[in-house]
């Protein structure tokens, strides 16, 4: 699978980023989808996550603020970021898990300025 990211930049706190990606895989309904950020100095962590049948879960730092959704028929996931904070400064991954094979793509950095 192979997953292309985009939407990443620089946006003042309290201001809104969408991020996109576009994932070049059949039977991408099958696929959890979810977005990681990685924080400088920090560790990876999980953003968000997608079922095919619509399922999402957050980490606690985002509910509310963040929206992850997704087209099956045409292979996208997108998080829609809101209210964001300079914590949430990070490079933001897109992901596609099919079992336990989880597939990267290649990051895009968000910077929230204070």
């Known amino acids: 699978v192979q997953l292309q990211a985009s939407g990443g930049g620089l946006v003042q706190a309290g201001g809104s980023l969408r991020l996109s990606c576009l994932a070049s895989?059949?039977?991408?309904?099958?696929?959890?989808m979810g977005w990681y950020r990685q924080a400088p100095g920090k560790q990876r962590e999980l953003v968000a996550t997608m079922t095919g049948g619509g399922t999402t879960t957050y980490v606690d730092s985002v509910k509310g603020r963040f929206t992850i959704s997704r087209d099956n028929a045409k292979n996208t996931v997108d998080l829609q970021m809101n209210v964001l904070k300079p914590e949430d400064t990070a490079v933001y991954y897109c992901?596609?898990?099919?079992?336990?094979?989880?597939?990267w793509g290649q990051g895009t950095l968000v910077t929230v300025s204070s």
């Open positions: 895989r059949s039977r991408f309904s099958l696929h959890v």
């Open positions: 992901t596609a898990q099919f079992g336990s094979i989880i597939y």
